[in-house]
């Protein structure tokens, strides 16, 4: 595909580095020669200086040409505008990068009045995250599949795990009707067999359905039944979306921020939250608000640094679930060397719904993709898609054809009904199936071969 990128910050350029990897035509718009250095230094793509409200700037990009243009400047005007000029020059699809909670409730009318195909608000996206974690202490990562039937729940085993020097094979009382389909272990990733022996520090991937997901994370003690009250530092975006969304289940909600003006927009837009005017890296206020006894502590700050800190005194505290907003790459390693599981990153989640409508718009005629992510370090994909009279291995059972060891068929939807794959399954038209791979072409796994 054809796809012009505009603005070459952190998600311009995780998008460009996914996508020329991939093997589409990407061209990148910036007015910051660095960053276009950077990223002309680094991938193989285009770039070109300049505004990208100018019509001549947008014509060497080729943007008449483009099936997708995706705008991720820091204006969410300037997105929109973009992606009207790109629809009147011809551009095929846009996606708009609109953060601003005023433009939240009225998105849809201005997306169809301005020709906008996908809308993403990362800090809606990063809060959305974090709301699926709460009522799980310590877990790294979850996806949902089927509209929330099934969850991809990715997490670290500690050193008082159940799992710990046990096999798969062994743990069937643990297990119930759960397949673990990714494995991270010292940078390697592995899809593990039922001879596969637990270590600690391993960070696991499992999947099934949602109610024995749960069950399972209650037999290992990592699961939350009745969240009671949350504690966040940091009063921006993702806190307001946040807020917001657990507040109407019923979770109180105490939010700590040092700018006055921030707290009382927050005090006016969040009537059901307490909003404490201070410094969440203040241990003695932290500790007045009752840091020990809330259900979850969720470090916000705008500063990468701040929020690993806060996070390590609240581990100290014995919070049992602590979740970290980390932005740079660099300080999700550090942050999890230092033992901090739960990590939510805005630009990632931003990331992995662009390349999940990329892929869609790639396949609209081969077949439909539902969902897509990457797990175990972005070296694992995890892949939903509709069976249709084209997919390979057609109802044959799974006993009967051969698989790469680095294949997993993880799990069948059929008619409402989720299905763990045993040999003895198949794929039927119509089933949603959840495939995960690694190093392997999706085209290929379902089909052979591109089409």
Known sequence: MNIVIVGAGKVGYALAKYLSIEGDNVTIIDNNIVALERINNSLDVMCVKGNCTSLKVLNEAEVKDADLLISVTNSDELNMLCSLAAKKLGTKYTISRVRNPEYDEDITLLSEAVGIDLVINPEKAAANEIAKLIKFPSVCSIDDFSEG????????????????????????????????????RNDTVIIPKGDYVFQVDDRIYVIGEHKEIQDFFKRLGKY??????????????????????????????KIIEKNIKKCEELTELLPDSIIINGDGMDQQLLMSE??????????LTDRDEDNIVAALFAANKSVNNIITKITRENHITIAESVGINSIVSPKLATANKIIKY??????????????MYMICNEKVEAIEFIVDENTKNLNKKFKDITLSDDVIYATIVRDDKIIIPTGDDCLKINDKVIVVSQNKKFEEIIFGGDK
Do not use: P
Request: aromatic fraction near 6%; hydrophobic fraction near 40%.
């Open 224 to 253: 939350e039944k009745r969240v009671r009250n949350s504690m966040i530092i940091g009063g921006g975006k993702i806190s307001y979306y946040l807020a917001k969304k657990i507040n109407e289940v019923g979770v109180s909600c």
């Open 290 to 299: 009752n840091l020990s006894e809330v259900n979850n502590f969720i470090a």
């Open 358 to 371: 990329v892929r869609s718009l790639k396949g609209q005629r081969k077949y439909l993709i539902e969902n």
């Open 149 to 184: 039937k099934v969850n991809l729940i990715g997490f670290k085993i500690a050193h008082n795990t159940d799992l710990v020097g046990k096999r798969i094979s062994e743990i069937g009382s643990i297990r119930g009707n759960v397949l673990f389909c990714g494995i991270e």
